[in-house]
């Protein structure tokens, strides 16, 4: 049975993967655009050479992130310090979206989309509008790493949707590595539409193997950006408060602009009301379900690197 390799977001390193070879780790190979300086390290330099050449690499790139020597790094840190040294809170509620519509596309029933990277080959579609953004800044990122080992654009997403919330001071969520991209866009019509109601975004999410906690716990990420529910910048309940009490309803003015369709409809179903009063009154609970959610999300149909 497979044991999954993690890390933590919250800085601390993990072990190495056992199946990577150190010529992968320590070696730069660079699969970036034609924009991004390629590597002309010799693979036959000593070991010593290599770990001082990364360190060298990491040391420009990563300047103000703290470092360990470079026998000590491994593929999940320098993922993590990679998105770090591109992401900002204002980017925050992007990274968030483009982790949502590059998993959202899964479909049980057919097991196809997933978290597999598609999204890169999906962003003319008018569900996807702004989100080329985010992915031009998690392509400097991706750059940067790939000049030291590989990275997937599926497992680079992931990681930073989990560093968009613990950045915003939600909680740290720890992400599992060795992702495959796909080569294709994922099928059209796949996310949830904004103005489903109650009812079919419960059938929506059932489809792609989530409950309806896990549905609610989900929209908790709408807390971050610009969709109203208190400080932008700030991933916490206040999306549930905010639900109950329904600004929309006055008459006028920008309380009537908070939230989508499909925000306003949960708090109409009994079910999804239920759950919505739990996280209202119980950040550290919202906490743990969203962390668990994430996870489940970003993992949805991946395809996995051999062990």
Not at 132 to 151: M, N, P, W
Not at 176 to 196: F, M, N, V, Y
Not at 204 to 214: L, P
Request: net charge neutral.
């Amino acid at each position: 049975m497979w044991a999954p390799t993690c890390f933590t977001i919250s800085g601390s390193v993990a072990s190495p993967r056992s199946d990577v070879s150190l010529k992968r780790r320590f070696l730069p190979r660079s699969v970036c655009s034609s924009n991004c300086s390629r590597s002309n390290d010799n693979p036959y330099l000593s070991y010593e050479k290599r770990s001082l050449v990364l360190s060298t690499v990491l040391s420009l790139v990563l300047a103000h992130v703290p470092i360990a020597n470079a026998s000590e790094l491994n593929e999940e840190s320098v993922i993590q310090n990679g998105v770090r040294s591109v992401l900002s809170k204002a980017k925050a509620a992007g990274m968030l979206r483009l982790v949502f519509h590059d998993a959202g596309t899964f479909d049980l029933n057919s097991k196809s989309g997933g978290m597999n990277g598609s999204i890169i080959y999906e962003l003319d579609r008018p569900e996807n509008a702004g989100l080329s953004k985010s992915v031009k800044v998690l392509e400097k990122a991706k750059c940067e790493i790939d000049s030291i080992q590989e990275v997937s654009w599926a497992d680079l997403i992931a990681v930073a949707g989990a560093e968009a919330v613990s950045l915003c001071g939600g909680p740290t969520i720890p992400v599992r590595i060795g992702r495959l991209d796909s080569s294709t866009p994922d099928a059209e019509g796949k996310l949830p539409e904004e103005t489903l109601d109650a009812i079919a975004l419960k059938r929506c999410f059932q489809n792609k193997g989530f409950s309806t906690q896990e549905m609610v716990a989900l929209s908790g990420a709408h807390s971050i950006g610009n969709k109203g529910f208190g400080n932008p910048f700030q991933f916490d309940n206040s999306y549930y408060n905010i639900l109950l009490e329904k600004p929309w309803t006055s008459s006028g003015g920008m309380s009537s602009m908070i939230g989508l369709p499909s925000d306003r409809a949960l708090v109409e179903d009994d079910e999804c009301l239920r759950w919505i009063k739990t996280y209202a009154g119980d950040q550290p609970k919202f906490y743990e379900n969203f962390k668990n959610a994430y996870i489940k999300l970003v993992n949805t149909g991946a395809s996995w690197e051999a062990s």
